[in-house]
């Protein structure tokens, strides 16, 4: 709540502006915008990947944001990260295996012995064979790395991940997969998911609730079909109408850009039931 970040240089940059947005547990709520709009920085600050100026990161009622030294590593079991690219987040030295048995490890969820083997189920569980625990990422597939980089999350047996573009480096029909499988274990651990896309489409399919946002403030939220149908913001129109359409040729992010102008960035106003947008 009230989460602010300034990145300092030869100019300071306001990254993120009195951010307020809850997940619940088996909910899935995208963050969208342009490039630059602040949402990854958003994703890694409830990571704990960055410190925030002010603001708090609630987590089971954990403050994440004031903890230091033992007491966020103890915590940092609660928040996991999906990253776009699987490859550059796997460490190519260690088998998979490893890499997904290693939180369990770190978080004293098992021995040493005990995670290998549940390392595996893991493996099983988001749709590899156990026995590829021994192989490492080079050995992989895009899609089959990016499920080792979800098995690797839900080690940790965390309550939220954050999921930054994890399917924009996809083919479209791997990408299915991926959502389907995130969405299945989301409902089953009853985590919640916090899911970064510039993928109008893909937002649609995974999430229940998205926030719109730009230049590090949150300019509407509210259900998923909702905003996307029936936009309320000037901002948000702007954002869906410039939106690409799919192109399975085409992998990796891509840029939006929205016409330049003053978009009301005020405080939310209640425009509908769970509909929020800024005046």
Same mark, same amino acid.
Request: charged share 25%.
């Given at each position: 709540? *009230?989460?602010?970040?300034?990145?300092?240089?030869?100019t300071?940059t306001?990254?993120l502006?009195?951010i307020?947005?809850?997940?619940?547990a088996?909910?899935?709520v995208?963050?969208v915008g342009?490039?630059g709009? *602040?949402?990854?920085?958003? &994703?890694?600050?409830?990571?704990r990947l960055l410190?925030?100026?002010?603001?708090?990161?609630?987590?089971?009622?954990?403050?994440?944001?004031?903890l230091?030294g033992?007491?966020?590593?103890?915590a940092?079991?609660? @928040?996991q990260?999906?990253f776009?690219d699987?490859y550059?987040?796997?460490?190519?030295r260690f088998? @998979? &295996?490893?890499?997904v048995?290693?939180?369990?490890?770190?978080h004293?969820r098992?021995?040493?012995?005990?995670?290998?083997?549940?390392?595996?189920?893991l493996?099983? #569980?988001?749709? +590899?064979?156990?026995?590829m625990?021994? #192989?490492?990422?080079?050995?992989f597939s895009g899609?089959?790395?990016?499920?080792?980089?979800?098995a690797?999350a +839900?080690?940790a047996?965390?309550?939220?991940?954050?999921?930054?573009?994890?399917t924009s480096?996809?083919?479209?029909s791997?990408? #299915?997969?991926? +959502?389907d499988? +995130?969405?299945?274990?989301?409902?089953d651990?009853?985590i919640?998911?916090l899911f970064i896309?510039?993928?109008l489409?893909v937002?649609?399919?995974?999430s229940?609730?998205?926030?719109?946002?730009?230049?590090?403030r949150?300019?509407? @939220?509210g259900?998923t079909?909702e905003?996307l149908?029936?936009?309320?913001?000037v901002?948000?129109?702007a954002?869906?109408?410039?939106a690409p359409?799919p192109?399975?040729?085409?992998?990796?992010r891509?840029r939006?850009? @929205?016409?330049a102008g003053d978009?009301?960035?005020?405080p939310?106003v209640e425009?509908?039931?769970?509909?929020?947008?800024?005046?």
């Amino acid at each position: 709540a *009230g989460v602010s970040k300034t990145f300092s240089g030869r100019t300071e940059t306001k990254a993120l502006s009195d951010i307020s947005l809850d997940v619940m547990a088996t909910e899935t709520v995208a963050l969208v915008g342009e490039s630059g709009s *602040g949402k990854s920085t958003l &994703g890694r600050a409830v990571a704990r990947l960055l410190d925030i100026d002010t603001g708090a990161i609630l987590v089971d009622g954990t403050d994440m944001a004031r903890l230091k030294g033992g007491a966020l590593r103890r915590a940092r079991s609660k @928040v996991q990260m999906i990253f776009q690219d699987p490859y550059a987040s796997l460490d190519p030295r260690f088998p @998979v &295996g490893r890499t997904v048995a290693e939180p369990m490890v770190i978080h004293g969820r098992a021995s040493r012995r005990e995670a290998w083997g549940r390392a595996a189920a893991l493996l099983q #569980r988001v749709g +590899l064979d156990g026995g590829m625990a021994n #192989r490492y990422p080079h050995e992989f597939s895009g899609g089959q790395r990016q499920r080792v980089a979800i098995a690797r999350a +839900l080690a940790a047996e965390p309550q939220i991940i954050v999921a930054d573009e994890p399917t924009s480096a996809l083919d479209v029909s791997i990408q #299915r997969q991926v +959502l389907d499988l +995130l969405a299945e274990l989301r409902d089953d651990r009853g985590i919640a998911l916090l899911f970064i896309s510039h993928d109008l489409a893909v937002v649609r399919q995974i999430s229940s609730r998205v926030a719109v946002m730009r230049a590090g403030r949150i300019l509407e @939220v509210g259900p998923t079909r909702e905003v996307l149908d029936a936009p309320r913001h000037v901002y948000t129109k702007a954002l869906i109408s410039a939106a690409p359409v799919p192109d399975p040729e085409k992998r990796g992010r891509v840029r939006v850009t @929205v016409p330049a102008g003053d978009y009301p960035d005020g405080p939310l106003v209640e425009a509908a039931p769970a509909h929020w947008v800024a005046s």
